[in-house]
């Protein structure tokens, strides 16, 4: 400003004070636009938005959040050469339609600090609440969902990337307080025979395999409230949960359920003297096993954290073969599996 005020006429020059003595966030903004260094930080921004039950199975809504403002708090004290000046200069955009978004910041070879902040937004969460008639419940509740600020510090042609989630705040939550996240594990094994050579005899090997694709719900009771989960195991057979929580550590009973599913063209081995003998049972149902008899549901105690050093509690279920004819022919039974571990 000062090279261009020499150039002006006196009238002019008395004007151009009185306008920038009236103006104190002008010359804040072009003393901070006067440094050379820029940086540059891109990201995106998502939401779980609950879940939904499509073509027979449980899909997680992770969307991206479009429109909402992102602000670049830019440290003035870092900004400054003795580093005394207060507050933060903001610089904001919007994301797009993918959640993404690109912001530039002015910065000092020494390092700035920056603040990036994401507009927190209201929209609906869907959970499962019930199962009926072999369908799943759901309820909408009206939610608030925010990011956590992401601190950088930044020099000059830095590139940083942010990518964050916002996380739900239901209305129950803000009145009775759920402040932790636990994660559950629920694992899926499938009784399954297969023939296997061992020192050159053959053997019937008994094994429970991970079941991917396989639905599984879960009911947890805190403090006086039954609440469901619903999950579909990954291909490793596990179906994973966050669970909210009043207590950063707490312990309770878990009701695991998995509705019974069909299976076609069940291959069994059965020892017949001398011979191993493969049979082909041509349709039953994968049904929930509780080591002795089967079941619509195992309930279970697990201990649950939100420390980072503990291990998330692994539950684990068994489903075992249940042939919808043949067991006479075929001498099939489920209480092979009685002392099958898994």
């Given at each position: 400003m000062k090279k261009i005020l020499l150039r002006l006429t006196t009238s002019f020059f008395a004007v151009f004070i009185v306008l920038l003595s009236s103006c104190s966030k002008e010359q804040t903004s072009l003393s901070i636009e006067d440094i050379e260094g820029r940086a540059k930080v891109i990201g995106s921004y998502y939401y779980d938005a609950g879940q939904s039950y499509e073509n027979g199975k449980y899909v997680q809504m992770i969307k991206p959040v479009a429109g909402v403002t992102v602000h670049a708090l830019v440290s003035n004290a870092s900004l400054s050469p003795d580093g005394k000046s207060s507050g933060y200069t903001t610089y904001s955009t919007k994301t797009d339609k993918d959640g993404k978004f690109e912001i530039k910041v002015p910065v000092v070879s020494k390092g700035t600090s920056v603040i990036i902040r994401a507009t927190p937004f209201q929209g609906i969460h869907t959970t499962v609440v019930d199962v009926s008639n072999n369908r799943p419940v759901f309820d909408e509740q009206n939610v608030v969902?925010?990011?956590?600020?992401?601190n950088l510090t930044l020099k000059?042609?830095?590139?940083?990337f942010?990518?964050?989630?916002?996380?739900?705040?239901?209305?129950?939550?803000?009145?009775?307080?759920?402040?932790?996240?636990?994660?559950?594990?629920?694992?899926?094994?499938?009784?399954?025979?297969?023939?296997?050579?061992?020192?050159?005899?053959?053997q019937i090997e008994k094994a429970y395999e991970e079941a991917s694709g396989v639905d599984v719900l879960i009911h947890i009771e805190q403090n006086g409230t039954m609440y469901t989960?619903?999950?579909t195991t990954n291909s490793k057979g596990e179906a994973t949960f966050v669970i909210p929580s009043k207590e950063q550590r707490w312990s309770t009973s878990v009701t695991i359920e998995v509705n019974p599913y069909l299976k076609t063209n069940y291959i069994y081995y059965k020892s017949e003297g001398d011979t191993i003998n493969q049979y082909r049972i041509s349709s039953g149902t994968y049904s929930m096993f509780s080591g002795s008899y089967f079941v619509d549901s195992v309930t279970t105690s697990a201990e649950f954290s939100d420390l980072p050093s503990a291990p998330a509690p692994v539950l684990k279920v068994r489903m075992v073969f249940d042939p919808f004819e043949g067991e006479d022919v075929y001498g099939y039974t489920y209480s092979d599996w009685r002392n099958v571990s898994f």
């Open positions: 969902y925010a990011a956590a600020d992401t000059p042609n830095d590139v940083k942010v990518d964050s989630k916002f996380v739900k705040d239901s209305e129950q939550n803000i009145e009775t307080g759920f402040p932790y996240h636990s994660t559950c594990v629920v694992k899926v094994g499938e009784a399954t025979y297969n023939k296997v050579n061992v020192n050159n005899i053959y989960y619903g999950a």
